[in-house]
């Protein structure tokens, strides 16, 4: 019998732990309005929702790891509207070095080799954080570390070094109150009225060495207690103690040993749609992912009966799953099956 390595939620216990997790307050369905924020984790998991149909918009920013960052956004976000440019946004302009355009309050994936790029990217960013801040009725913020590095010329955080020499920075382990008084003032102020998903990265920082990432993440889980505690908006999923806890091995690491594999980030995305999902929002994904994944293959004969057949078969399946389920788009679905097939 071939064996299968992806553990099941609902399996016995034996040889494994398995992290009890009681149903989220927040129950998210197709027609949540989702704002993602943080780690390279939560932009996994953001993908991964947005392949099963849910309206969720991912790290505008680019990827943040630490709370500080993660906070400097979404108050930039808040601000937008009223802003016309990334400075009275209250953000850092963009600056040149080692031939790139970028900001410190950027990932470097918004970077570009041009000014005029760099700040036309940044200020889509912001524009997009700012929308769907607006409409979002769910926030999910995953912190990755609480170690943080901050320019000496201004004190402040930066969200990336953008590999600029290490004397620009100092770098300081962010304390419990310190998070919790910043995250506070975000649940009060622009986060006011809507639900709040708080999770800590598994991802291991190993550049800060194995004590200093397991400080860090105790800082983290200890904090987002507390805000969880003070305010009943906010709740946590404990995506940190599915892959330390439970799965608990390194078969479920990709190659580099530090980030989740995909069959870690899968099982941990059942187990979360287990907490969010009903059971009729389960079904609408699960349906919704079946027919992404059939849109992505490509006919090997485009003209043939059997390419037809398959287009009108799954054309009735995604008029069917938009019928039962109004809120699901699958436009982009159609549209390809169309192209490829017609």
């Not at 103690?241 to 099982?267: G, K």
């Not at 969010?276 to 043939?304: N, Q, Y």
Request: hydrophobic residues 40%; glycine residues 4%; neutral net charge.
């Amino acid at each position: 019998m071939k064996r299968n390595d992806t553990p099941q939620p609902a399996a016995a216990t034996l040889f494994r732990t398995v992290v009890q997790i009681a149903p989220l307050r927040t129950r998210l369905g197709h027609g949540s309005r989702i704002l993602s924020l943080g780690s390279c984790f939560a932009d996994n998991m953001a993908r991964r929702m947005q392949r099963a149909k849910f309206h969720v918009t991912a790290s505008p920013a680019g990827i943040l790891f630490n709370p500080e960052s993660v906070a400097r956004a979404i108050e930039a976000f808040d601000r937008f509207d009223t802003a016309k440019d990334i400075a009275e946004a209250g953000l850092r302009e963009v600056e040149h070095a080692s031939g790139r355009y970028f900001s410190y309050d950027f990932h470097s994936s918004l970077s570009a080799s041009d000014a005029q790029t760099a700040r036309a990217k940044m200020t889509a960013a912001l524009r997009t954080g700012a929308e769907a801040l607006k409409e979002a009725d769910t926030i999910i913020i995953t912190f990755g570390t609480a170690w943080v590095y901050r320019l000496r010329r201004d004190g402040e955080a930066v969200a990336n070094c953008h590999k600029q020499p290490q004397t620009l920075f100092t770098r300081e382990l962010l304390d419990v109150p310190s998070i919790v008084r910043r995250y506070g003032a975000l649940l009060e102020g622009p986060l006011r009225g809507r639900r709040v998903i708080l999770t800590v990265s598994p991802v291991r920082h190993l550049g800060d060495g194995l004590e200093g990432n397991s400080l860090s993440k105790a800082l983290l889980r200890v904090a987002v207690a507390e805000l969880c505690t003070r305010y009943e908006q906010a709740e946590y999923f404990p995506s940190y103690e599915i892959l330390n806890d439970e799965l608990r091995d390194y078969r479920f690491y990709a190659d580099d040993m530090t980030h989740p594999s995909d069959m870690a980030v899968e099982y941990i995305w059942q187990r979360f749609a287990e907490a969010a999902f009903d059971e009729r929002t389960r079904r609408a994904a699960d349906a919704a992912e079946r027919i992404v994944r059939a849109a992505e293959h490509r006919p090997f004969d485009p003209g043939s009966e059997e390419s037809d057949t398959f287009r009108r078969t799954m054309t009735a399946r995604i008029d069917a799953l938009c019928r039962e389920y109004p809120e699901i788009d699958l436009t982009a679905e159609r549209a390809r099956l169309d192209h490829d097939i017609g």
